[in-house]
């Protein structure tokens, strides 16, 4: 497979399948920056998870919604980012978790 379907395809999994997908490009692929961007998109599902989880109870004192609102976008723009910069095959990390990996 190209380099460059596999990274979108590894992005856009954010929106049918944010686990799986991710992980099995990491354990199949055998390009290392198909891989580096199957960890940066699994951490980055796990962490708008985390902070998504922690908004919502916080919601109930009323600051967790603005949070809520922010990390919900940021959920779906992020990936869509990654979408375009694979197809113009660009080099992008995901934020947050991109200087982790």
Do not use: C
């Not at 992980?23 to 951490?43: D, N, P, T």
């Not at 609102?69 to 995901?94: D, K, R």
Request: proline share 5%.
């Amino acid at each position: 497979m190209d380099n460059k379907w596999a990274k979108v395809i590894v992005h856009a999994s954010a929106f049918f399948a944010p686990v799986l997908v991710p992980i099995l490009f990491l354990l199949l692929s055998s390009e290392e920056e198909v891989k580096r961007i199957s960890i940066q998109a699994l951490l980055f599902q796990g962490v708008m998870w985390v902070l998504i989880f922690i908004s919502s109870l916080l919601s109930f004192v009323l600051i967790g919604i603005p949070f809520l609102i922010i990390f919900g976008i940021m959920t779906i723009v992020v990936p869509i980012i990654g979408i375009v910069n694979a197809l113009n095959e660009t080099s992008w990390n995901y934020p947050i978790v991109g200087r982790w990996v």
